[in-house]
């Protein structure tokens, strides 16, 4: 067999490190858009740049549905019809099937402390009691309005395939997400599409042997929404870094 060399990617050097730097750390779950169009030319660039992020044994097992105009239009009518259902006969949440558990059913103390503190966060700087739950309901729905953005991106992936692919697909997502960055724009990954994974299948014509990963909302940043002024935090490297020398 023959052996592939590209001689750019070995001899290429970052003129600016900080410029990578800053499209990382810049990044955020945007959740308030412009209605500017983004121009099919710059998506399908994005996409050619992710192209190259890393998969176990080069599997590349990433499938993604572009969605704009009216065929974004049509998965959020039906989706939200759908979450509004479920909203108001929450027995119905069996009609829609999750393809996996992207959250744990038992929270750790610490990951519980961290969901918390960003979920309230989120609704304190929005205004929202823990006993608004129209208002809850409401925000939460603009996830499946993809916060008002002019591109909605669903991703899915082989059934066939085991759990190492979602790894893979975490590094494709990102390099799609700096690429964005990169570019100008925002994003925000969304994971509230598995909720309604069935009927995402059925409106963008994904097959059954497909799992939906997540959905990513694409766009220009509204700088005046108070939303986009929130924060989650990280926190800092030395709490999670283990230096190993001996």
């Known amino acids: 067999m023959a052996?592939?060399?590209n001689p750019g990617q070995v001899s290429v050097t970052i003129p600016d490190p900080k410029s990578v730097d800053l499209a990382i750390q810049s990044r955020f779950s945007a959740r308030a858009f412009l209605p500017k169009p983004v121009e099919h030319a710059l998506i399908a660039e994005m996409?050619?740049?992710a192209a190259r992020a890393p998969s176990g044994v080069n599997t590349q097992p990433w499938k993604v549905y572009v969605l704009q105009g009216a065929a974004l239009q049509r998965l959020v009518d039906r989706v939200c019809a759908a979450h509004d259902l479920v909203y108001r006969e929450p027995a119905r949440a069996k009609d829609f099937p999750r393809d996996y558990d992207y959250y744990p059913l038992q929270w750790p103390p610490v990951y519980l402390d961290r969901r918390r503190e960003n979920g309230w966060g989120l609704?304190?700087?929005?205004?929202?009691?823990?006993?608004?739950?129209?208002?809850m309901h409401a925000q939460h729905q603009k996830n499946y309005r993809f916060f008002g953005a002019p591109v909605g991106l669903m991703f899915t992936v082989d059934r066939a395939l085991a759990a190492g692919s979602l790894v893979d697909y975490g590094m494709f997502l990102q390099c799609i997400m700096i690429a964005a960055r990169a570019r100008g724009l925002h994003t925000c990954p969304q994971a509230a599409w598995n909720d309604f994974a069935p009927l995402v299948r059925e409106v963008i014509g994904a097959g059954e042997s497909e799992s939906v990963v997540c959905g990513m909302a694409l766009g220009y940043l509204d700088p005046n929404d108070p939303v986009n002024s929130f924060d989650a935090g990280r926190v800092a490297a030395e709490e999670f870094t283990h230096w190993l020398s001996d």
């Open 47 to 49: 996409l050619a740049v």
């Open 123 to 135: 609704y304190g700087l929005l205004g929202i009691g823990k006993a608004d739950k129209d208002k």
């Open 3 to 5: 052996v592939r060399v």
